[in-house]
């Protein structure tokens, strides 16, 4: 039986150098052995966002039948804290080293603050996680939080819950935060937008950062 789970904002991540970390190998997906976890992400492109994904990492014969991603409004409007996006991942087949890749269509992902969470069992859009805007998910009924990140802007009243990313955390970065990466992968370090493409058929050369 899934439980019934909150999931705080505050979280703490490691601040480091964007330029020191990119294009270092990533690790073999084997250190993810027990929990998923969403390990790269892009929600903002330069021009349109035609290359927005979620990357998630699953251990050995994990049961992926009930994995959905969903998106959390962080920006202050009337949607903040509701669900904004919800896909599915059971169609989704892993590779062979544990990375299920959703792709979505153009602009599939909003810009800005945005949440994104792992869950096991559907979340429709339009759900309020938090209703008061204090800080914490709170999953409905049968559905559990895997992982969750997510972008602050930096714009007042906005809000992220889970791991909370900001461009100003990372070190010589400059650009406008449209995504990240754990580095190496399933870690707990994320690096901003400098994605390995591991499961992009069209991004061999994809260790570059992304979406300034």
């Known amino acids: 039986m899934r439980t019934h789970t909150k999931f705080t904002a505050t979280c703490a991540v490691a601040a ?5 970390l990119v294009g270092i190998p990533a690790a073999h997906a084997n250190i993810v052995d027990e929990q998923s976890v969403i390990n790269e992400f892009v929600t903002d492109t330069s021009g349109s966002d035609m290359l927005e994904y979620v990357e998630v990492l699953v251990p050995e014969n994990y049961d992926t039948s009930d994995l959905h991603i969903i998106g959390v409004e962080g920006d202050q409007n009337s949607n903040q804290g509701s669900v904004v996006h919800e896909y599915p991942l059971a169609d989704l087949d892993a590779d ?8 979505t269509e153009t602009n599939g992902l909003q810009n800005g603050s945005l949440t994104i969470a792992l869950t096991d069992g559907p979340v429709s859009t339009g759900t309020t996680l938090d209703e008061n805007l204090e800080g914490e998910l709170t999953a409905p009924d049968g559905v559990e939080f895997l992982d969750v990140v997510g972008i602050h802007d930096g714009d007042s009243g906005a809000m992220a819950w889970g791991t909370e990313l900001r461009a100003t955390q990372f070190d010589e ?3 406008t935060l449209g995504g990240a ?4 992968d399933g870690s707990d370090t994320w690096v901003p937008n400098a994605y390995n493409g591991a499961g992009l058929d069209h991004a061999s050369a994809a260790d570059e950062p992304r979406g300034e």
């Open 16 to 20: 480091v150098s964007a330029v020191s």
């Open 96 to 103: 062979e080293d544990g990375r299920l890749l959703l792709t």
């Open 173 to 175: 970065y400059t650009g």
């Open 181 to 184: 990466s754990r580095m190496p």
